[in-house]
């Protein structure tokens, strides 16, 4: 019998002027803040998690960057880490890199500079990922108010430059505890074969649990930050619900 693939967990920390916070709709201004990204990270890796998903977001909106903690929190992990937020060029890049991390996130960078993109995926692999962030079939910017395209045609591009994987974000449900975008999520797995990870919007167990039902359509991976700092499940719950889903 084919082995089930168990939906993967990432956990977020998402950094501004050195500290975790979460944001609503991924916009700057909006943040929460919770103390520690170090210790959120560790706390996370404690409780069982296997990937990090961490987010310098003053790199992202152009306020300065956290890259000396984002490399100390990242070597202080023993699990995977995913690095997103302001990797747009060879220096930015080779930084994320330097870290030891598993993979980086592309964002802006796939809607901007979409030669600079195609080459550094030539050139690393499956060490790419490419955050798809959307509004209705709309990319946008995270936070930021300059459109990028249509969602659908960018992701023909990007297939075709042999991007490795999807991180797939409806804005309008981040940061919310509205629960993800599934319809979009199955519409992304339709038009591509290449693994999707679905962030934003996860408000409970349940909505794991819908996730978990759909890997057999290419999502891979869910990432969770503000229920799990709202303490609506613990990550040992959410590991429990997508182990038995
Ligand atoms: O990932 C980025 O590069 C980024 C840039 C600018 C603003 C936000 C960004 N990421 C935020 C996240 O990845 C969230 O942590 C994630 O979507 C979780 O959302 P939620 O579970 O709804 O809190």
Redesign the pocket.
Known sequence: MPSRSVLELLP?V?VRDGQAV??VH?ESGSETSYGSPLEAALSWQRSGAEWL?L?D?DA??GTGDNRELVRQITEAMDIKVEL??GIRDDASLAAALATGCTRV?L?TAALETPEWVAKVIAEHGDKIAV?LDVRGTTLKG??WTSEGGDLYETLARLDSEGCARYVV?DIG????LTGPNVELLKNVCAATDKPVVA????SSLDDLRALAGLTHLGVEGA?????LYAKAFTLEEALQAVASA
């Open positions: 977020a998402d979460r944001l991924g998903h987010v977001l992202a909106f997103s937020g996130n964002g955050g995270r936070g974000t449900r981040d940061g919310t962030s934003g919007g996860v990432i969770v930050g503000k229920a």
